[in-house]
């Protein structure tokens, strides 16, 4: 299994990115995706995860200005992110729970490789 992001970059503060991450490779079901983020010196923290059958979780820090959403057929997650903050710049990854074939008592962790995110002042 592959996660494959897309959508960072340099954004001023108040601006808008999207990011998107597609998992590809052997899926039997998607429990999960969500995307984290770290900053320098900083510990990796959750920003906002989805379940495949709809329950979502918003990090309070970005509550109100990032939305997330999947896409089941293309098992891919996206995070829009508006109102951008100089706080939010971090390098964002995205995580997906997978289980790879009908025999896999559980999901195994994936991650993908990660997009810098970077807001101006």
């Known amino acids: 299994v592959q996660l494959e992001e897309s959508g960072g970059g340099l954004v001023q503060a108040g601006g808008s990115l999207r990011l998107s991450c597609a998992a590809s490779?052997?899926?039997?079901?998607?429990?999960?995706m969500g995307w984290y983020r770290q900053a320098p010196g900083l510990q990796r923290e959750l920003v906002a995860s989805i379940t495949w059958n709809g329950i979502i979780y918003v990090a309070d820090s970005v509550k109100g200005r990032f939305t997330i959403s999947n896409d089941n057929a293309k098992n891919t997650v996206y995070l829009q992110m508006n109102k951008l903050k100089f706080e939010d710049t971090a390098v964002y990854h995205c995580n997906a729970q997978i289980r790879s074939n009908h025999a896999d008592p559980y999901e195994n962790d994936y991650w993908g490789r990660g997009t810098q995110v970077t807001v101006s002042t």
């Open positions: 490779g052997r899926i039997f079901s998607i429990d999960t």
